[in-house]
């Protein structure tokens, strides 16, 4: 009996379905036309003109700034956390704390957004960049966790007792063997905290402040005002970073774990 093709049909109408629009968008990035609905030749004066535009410049500052802070943040507290919970598996306590750690990766945007201003308006802190990090830093931070937790499942902590053993002391052994052997683990969930940190627009709308516009605030305000063709030039460049660092997560998560010499 030869096996039904239905499945691979509908995996492949899905696929297309999901990324005809995005093609379609790449290339309206390169239409001289300032309307998608006709071709008038190939250009990249979208580009060129993206270049000259100051406030995106600026809100490109804005989010860099905000993506690498919640990315390093994430990457010390994720891996800590990932540590508790491996060490410490097993009991009610801990089960406590991954449901917390787990909660942010299936919680709404919105409700999270909402939250946190709340939270910062209850605590009279003045929204801005600060803000704005401090919100990333509670969703990246799941996610780097999960990564390295992931990574410490096949980890074989035996490396760690013989380096003991040798004589090097716990912070050594930390720097010169535990470190370097989950580099490739924290790296990735850092990669993929910094993705959805630069991509992220609920959450920073609800708790930017005035002079913290980032540039998915700035994408949204360009779409009511009315600019389509700028919009996807630089949406084409956050597709390319985007799908960078995650092939490049997934190549960092392949990798085999590696002691420092």
Not at 165 to 182: I, K, Q, S
């Amino acid at each position: 009996m030869k096996p039904s093709r239905v499945p691979m049909i509908v995996t492949w109408a899905v696929i297309l379905f999901f990324y005809l629009p995005i093609v379609i968008l790449v290339a309206n990035s390169f239409n001289s036309s300032r309307f998608g609905g006709s071709w008038e030749s190939t250009s990249l004066k979208w580009y060129i003109r993206l270049m000259q535009e100051d406030d995106i410049w600026h809100a490109l500052q804005n989010t860099l700034f905000i993506a690498l802070s919640a990315t390093l943040v994430s990457m010390v507290l994720g891996t800590s956390a990932a540590f508790a919970l491996h060490r410490f598996a097993g009991s009610r306590l801990q089960k406590l704390h991954y449901s917390i750690i787990y909660t942010p990766l299936v919680l709404p945007e919105i409700l999270m957004g909402l939250s946190m201003l709340l939270f910062f308006v209850a605590l009279k802190v003045q929204l801005g960049l600060v803000t704005i990090a401090i919100a990333h830093v509670t969703f990246c931070l799941s996610y780097v966790a999960m990564t390295v937790l992931a990574r410490l499942q096949d980890f074989d902590f035996a490396i760690v007792e013989a380096a003991q053993d040798l004589g090097a002391g716990w912070w050594t052994t930390v720097w010169r063997v535990l470190l370097p052997m989950l580099a490739p683990g924290i790296l990735a969930g850092g990669l993929l905290a910094f993705t959805l940190s630069i991509d992220d627009f609920v959450i920073s709308f609800f708790v930017a402040g005035p002079g913290s516009t980032t540039l998915p605030i700035k994408i949204y305000s360009m779409i009511k005002y009315g600019a389509p063709p700028l919009i996807n030039a630089l949406s084409t460049i956050l597709l390319v970073i985007t799908f960078t660092c995650v092939i490049v997560s997934q190549y960092l998560t392949q990798q085999e774990p590696k002691a420092a010499k």
